[in-house]
């Protein structure tokens, strides 16, 4: 049974940091693309970095660039997003999807599993 499972989330202060961890199961994270994306209240869930099975080649959305790092840990199934020098606009629940095909993309509607997400919120 394929499963994502994210942990990590929770408030911090403006200009701290979280990692956020998607645990994988059912198969292994370096055979499909990882997808990390948020939903803030009212708005459409966007995509903030995703991770490619083919080359390990990485992307990440303007508003991230230079803060979010993504990584993936084979031998713990693992993949994680380092968030830095977090920002109120931040805050959002943020999901960990997969995509079968191995190209990561930035479109949600090309993943196929997901997780339930964890809450990150970014508040003094």
């Known amino acids: 049974q394929v499963q994502l499972v994210e942990s990590g989330g929770g408030l911090v202060q403006p200009g701290g940091s979280l990692r956020l961890s998607c645990a994988a199961s059912?198969?292994?994270?370096?055979?499909?693309?990882i997808g990390w994306f948020r939903q803030a209240p009212g708005k459409e869930r966007e995509g903030v970095s995703c991770?490619?099975?083919?080359?390990?080649?990485?992307d990440y959305a303007d508003s991230v660039k230079g803060r979010f790092t993504i990584s993936r840990d084979n031998a713990k199934n693992t993949v994680y997003l380092q968030m830095n020098s977090l920002k109120p606009e931040d805050t959002a629940v943020y999901y960990c999807?997969?995509?079968?095909?191995?190209?990561?993309?930035?479109?949600?509607?090309?993943?196929?599993?997901w997780g339930q997400g964890t809450q990150v919120t970014v508040s003094s």
């Open positions: 999807a997969a995509r079968a095909s191995g190209a990561g993309s930035s479109n949600p509607q090309r993943y196929d599993y």
């Open positions: 059912g198969f292994t994270p370096n055979a499909v693309a």
């Open positions: 991770i490619s099975s083919r080359d390990g080649s990485t």
